[in-house]
Structure formats: structure tokens, C-alpha cells
């Protein structure tokens, strides 16, 4: 919390995380590794013609499966905000056009909504499981991003977090994403002026 949070202040959150790590004592742990997409599932979205459309049934496809590990009994919904959704597949539209593209998935027979007036939940109609494995997942932080590189656009994975980072042009040489490259940056300037302080206490 200091370090992430610099608002931080012990003595107004240690009741509340106290009480946060004591509910959470009544859940076990779940871990998800990665999550497994089979031959049929990747030809379905490839008969999407949009490429923008084929991020947002890809990252669709991947959430409902983790939240299929999760909870087994989820059948394959998808329990996140649109927004959050549209970003983490790297689509960037205006408001009013998310749901009428999440609408033509769903003529298309690849989502469906709940019956419910209020829910906004997504259910991902196309899951198949019985194919052949063709990817695992193990990095739901950029799934648009997954699927462009699966797809034979350029990216590199950085090597400090494994996050992926589009090549922008031949003499791209950079081996880290921005966030990683700034901490670096930070690192090898402390580096530099711990040294020079340490020559100055030398004079």
C-alpha cells in the first residue's frame, strides 16, 4: 500500500484490510494458470470480418473461461463491465458503439444476454472444449494484443514482465514496455547519482 497508494495511511485502512484478510480466511484460494483455446473456437472468430469484432469475441472467449475455472458452475458467462472489456481487447470506439457491436455478435450467434432487464452480463455461446488445443492463455492483461500476435502481427513480450508491446517499425530495439523502461530509467539515474555522491564523500 505505501508504495503503490500515496494517499496511504496506516491507521485509517488497518481496520479495514484487517477486516478484508478475515472474510477472505472463509474462501479458498483459486488459482488460474491459463486458459486453453481449441482449434474450432479460433476458426469461429477468424469468419468474423471485422478485426476489431474478432478482439472482442477473443477476449470474450478467454474471460468466460476464466471465469469458467473459477466457478464450475459459470457456464461460460462473462461477468465484466464493457468498458473494462473493450480495453482489455484493445478496441477503441466511442460509447454509443460498444453495445451495437457487442449487438452484432450476438446476431451472429456468438453471445448471448441474460433475460434479466438489469444484468449485463455476456454469455459466450461458441465454447468448445473438445477441440484441439491451440493456445494457452496465461496473460489476461492485453487479450487484443493475444490475439493480433497470434494472428501474425508484430509484438515483442517485455522481459522484465512479460507484457506484450507492439513493434512499431524495423529499428524498434526496445525490450520492455513503457511502465518497465520508466522504472529502469529511475533505477539506472539512482544508480548514477549514488555514485556520483559517492565521489563527491571521497573528495
Same mark, same amino acid.
Given at each position: 500500500?505505501?508504495?503503490? !497508494?500515496?494517499?496511504?495511511?496506516?491507521?485509517?485502512?488497518?481496520?479495514?484490510?484487517?477486516?478484508?484478510?478475515?472474510?477472505?480466511?472463509?474462501?479458498?484460494?483459486?488459482?488460474?494458470?491459463?486458459?486453453?483455446?481449441?482449434?474450432?473456437?479460433?476458426?469461429?472468430?477468424?469468419?468474423?470480418?471485422?478485426?476489431?469484432?474478432?478482439?472482442?469475441?477473443?477476449?470474450?472467449?478467454?474471460?468466460?473461461?476464466?471465469?469458467?475455472?473459477?466457478?464450475?458452475?459459470?457456464?461460460?458467462?462473462?461477468?465484466?463491465?464493457?468498458?473494462?472489456?473493450?480495453?482489455?481487447?484493445?478496441?477503441?470506439?466511442?460509447?454509443? *458503439?460498444?453495445?451495437?457491436?457487442?449487438?452484432?455478435?450476438?446476431?451472429?450467434?456468438?453471445?448471448?444476454?441474460?433475460? *434479466?432487464?438489469?444484468?449485463?452480463?455476456?454469455?459466450?455461446?461458441?465454447?468448445?472444449?473438445?477441440?484441439?488445443?491451440?493456445?494457452?492463455?496465461?496473460?489476461?492483461?492485453?487479450?487484443? !494484443?493475444?490475439?493480433?500476435?497470434?494472428?501474425?502481427?508484430?509484438?515483442?513480450?517485455?522481459?522484465?514482465?512479460?507484457?506484450?508491446?507492439?513493434?512499431?517499425?524495423?529499428?524498434?530495439?526496445?525490450?520492455?514496455?513503457?511502465?518497465?523502461?520508466?522504472?529502469?530509467?529511475?533505477?539506472?539515474?539512482?544508480?548514477?547519482?549514488?555514485? !556520483? !555522491?559517492?565521489?563527491?564523500?571521497?573528495?
Amino acid at each position: 500500500m505505501i508504495a503503490n !497508494y500515496k494517499s496511504y495511511n496506516a491507521v485509517k485502512w488497518d481496520l479495514v484490510l484487517e477486516k478484508i484478510s478475515n472474510q477472505a480466511s472463509k474462501y479458498p484460494l483459486v488459482q488460474v494458470n491459463f486458459v486453453c483455446i481449441t482449434k474450432h473456437e479460433l476458426e469461429t472468430i477468424q469468419e468474423i470480418k471485422s478485426k476489431p469484432m474478432q478482439r472482442i469475441a477473443f477476449t470474450l472467449l478467454c474471460l468466460a473461461k476464466f471465469y469458467d475455472s473459477v466457478n464450475e458452475k459459470n457456464n461460460d458467462w462473462v461477468n465484466s463491465k464493457v468498458n473494462d472489456i473493450f480495453n482489455v481487447a484493445h478496441v477503441q470506439i466511442s460509447k454509443d *458503439k460498444k453495445p451495437l457491436m457487442l449487438n452484432d455478435l450476438r446476431k451472429l450467434g456468438l453471445i448471448e444476454y441474460s433475460a *434479466k432487464v438489469d444484468n449485463v452480463n455476456v454469455n459466450v455461446q461458441f465454447v468448445d472444449n473438445e477441440s484441439e488445443v491451440i493456445l494457452q492463455i496465461y496473460d489476461f492483461r492485453d487479450l487484443g !494484443y493475444e490475439y493480433a500476435f497470434y494472428c501474425g502481427e508484430r509484438f515483442i513480450r517485455c522481459e522484465d514482465c512479460d507484457k506484450l508491446v507492439r513493434v512499431k517499425n524495423k529499428d524498434h530495439i526496445t525490450c520492455r514496455c513503457n511502465e518497465c523502461q520508466h522504472k529502469e530509467n529511475i533505477n539506472i539515474k539512482q544508480k548514477i547519482n549514488q555514485r !556520483y !555522491y559517492q565521489k563527491q564523500k571521497n573528495y
